[in-house]
């Protein structure tokens, strides 16, 4: 069996010139690559193994497991990471200058041991080499991921029929979930770093919303244990709530971040009023947000308008704040580039960027709307195309 | 809000005086610790922050968020980690001369940024001190995991009413998630490392159970993505298969796994062959692993058995085999000790091991039986009690 099928070469050299391109301006003359998330980056599979890419010359992929691909030219079966160094040798590659390693990715033993197949390189941040490619999509990347978004939007349009009055907000997650599943959804939410932890994904109404994060999400809720703090606490749905569902988008290597609100009988006219400056700031950055634009501006941007509005208490959590409106998201939940006021980052075309204004009403719930956008000349184009407004249960 | 509840204070304590005696025996006299599973053995929490482990003294908590937790004799709020050391001074703490820091649950970035903070100390892997801790549990661990296996027994109960005629192993996986969720799930099995990636467990049948897994799993499965490749395919379960079914134990903290196997219609004889000899694995390991035994003889034991019964080429798979039959298992899936051939561990008294000894019948299924045990003076005592029968569908 082949390691890399051939209607996917041509993805996979796109991917590897502009790793070139970012391997150039941070000074690595290769990049070994081992992390999960960047092995299906460079290889659009899962296995056990490296991928190591000179500046010049072709990618080498290192196979350790599963044992049904072939040895092929530039694929090469390994039993641990020490034989590389011997297999290029073997092969003519010229010893690298400079490697980048995936600091952000890898343990700290994992990139140790890496650094010594190379004892003599100096050693570069392959993370960053690799973030800020994947940053910028493929037309094969953005297609997968508009994918993603239309299986997640035929799952809300059923979320009406998964509740049932005097449900919990457990119960009710828990119907989505299985509407997810059958709709094809993987079940994992890959998430880069040791800063985030969940399940399918977050069902937060009432007072339940008003519970802090650890984590780095931008909503919280208190969850069933103390050991996985997020989301759905188990308690009855109400009248006068809202329930801010933003579930799992994950249906194929890629996914996409939606977030939508259902109301519960009468809700207080503040709620409404959130909701609408929640959509007013995702209208005002769709047609901001073009390449060339500086990311913080984006949010600077969001929070004249909330202020605007009077609703800062409310904005991005109550009790406790985050200091984000979006961020990257692809083959995981938290990709570059963070949507902050201190972000450097500069929008580029095909980047693609989950904006998500919200509020928390304490007592009411959370509301505001969250669009994964791919970043086109003219503006933010949605690729979760599902109606905004909050929908009665 | 405390940190730490005062009821549960003298288990911190227990844990505490467990890994000063793993300090000792590795030479560092401070461990900090960062990690997400780690945070949460040494605060029974999750929350953002450090925990500082002196050799001698008291414990410190350093919390960044949430913002819910008082500020006490023992728990101090930071920004960012460069904030220890000056806390440290202020406390009257003498500086650390040798620093344990996760080397093998961190990234490359956190490590050398966490060294920062003890420029002058020298450095020990703290991974390695906190994993011989975690590999013996203490009572109030062990219950919390006996709990976990009540749960999963009870929904192994309803796995039969979770089946249809016709229904593919993933509708089928589908509807037993939908039962765990139900009986308290969370939904997330947290493994360590880079080395494995699943959902809500794993449901295989058929000819699918032959697929090699790249994972450190002992089964494989095709997955339905080649983003996701392990467990269900998709196929529709047919009459003369087995299915293997290894699902989600997480509903505390802390974790339990089972494995159980089912059948359609008639399966082969060599099917029942090898499911009665993992079961008498299992009875002569249950026997034979009691504190001061080696973990590699149970292995061997194993390898014994099964070549007695010319059942080998089965065995842990059979396209491709996994080198263990069994591992730790507790706040992570993948704990210490793993039951392989190379293994250096002695079992000790409330070690928490999953044997799971399993046969791969080509064409036919997986077969075998998977418990969670606890390590008593009088061998293993299961903590997964449900029938270890093939049952048919």
Not at 257 to 274: C, Q
Not at 323 to 350: C, W, Y
Request: proline fraction near 5%; charged fraction near 25%.
């Amino acid at each position: 069996m082949k390691l890399i099928p051939d209607n996917l070469r041509a993805e996979i050299n796109l991917r590897m010139d502009s790793l070139r391109r970012h391997m150039r301006e941070e000074g690595a003359d290769a990049l070994l690559v081992a992390s999960n998330p960047n092995l299906y980056y460079t290889t659009c599979r899962f296995f056990r193994g490296y991928v190591y890419i000179p500046v010049e010359g072709n990618p080498l992929w290192f196979v350790i497991k599963p044992n049904v691909f072939d040895s092929e030219n530039d694929v090469v079966l390994i039993r641990k990471p020490e034989m590389i160094a011997t297999e290029l040798v073997r092969l003519g590659y010229k010893s690298p200058m400079a490697v980048g390693y995936e600091f952000d990715d890898l343990s700290y033993s994992d990139v140790s041991r890496l650094k010594g197949i190379f004892p003599e390189a100096k050693v570069a941040n392959g993370s960053k080499i690799l973030r800020k490619s994947r940053m910028v999509k493929t037309e094969w990347e953005i297609d997968r991921m508009k994918e993603d978004g239309i299986h997640q939007a035929e799952v809300y349009r059923r979320v009406t029929k998964c509740y049932q009055e005097d449900m919990t907000d457990l119960e009710f997650q828990i119907e989505i979930e299985r509407v997810l599943r059958r709709e094809g959804c993987l079940g994992v939410s890959r998430t880069s770093g040791n800063l985030m932890d969940i399940n399918m994904g977050s069902v937060i109404a009432g007072e339940n919303a008003d519970t802090p994060s650890p984590y780095d999400f931008t909503m919280g809720g208190a969850g069933i244990d103390p050991s996985l703090p997020g989301g759905a606490n188990g308690t009855t749905l109400k009248p006068g709530e809202t329930v801010m569902i933003d579930m799992n988008g994950s249906f194929n290597g890629y996914q996409t971040d939606m977030t939508r609100v259902w109301s519960i009988g009468e809700v207080p006219h503040i709620a409404f009023k959130a909701h609408e400056c929640s959509r007013n700031i995702l209208r005002a950055l769709e047609q901001m947000a073009k390449p060339g634009v500086a990311v913080a501006d984006l949010y600077k941007k969001a929070m004249e308008i909330v202020e605007g509005e009077e609703l800062s208490q409310y904005f991005m959590g109550h009790r406790q704040q985050a200091a984000f409106i979006g961020h990257g998201v692809g083959i995981e939940l938290n990709e570059q580039p963070v949507v902050m006021a201190r972000s450097k980052d500069i929008l580029a075309e095909n980047m693609t960027i989950a904006l998500e204004p919200k509020f928390v009403i304490p007592s009411v719930g959370a509301v505001g709307v969250e669009n994964t956008y791919r970043v086109t000349p003219s503006g933010l184009e949605s690729i979760t195309i599902f109606p905004e407004e909050i929908q009665e249960l």
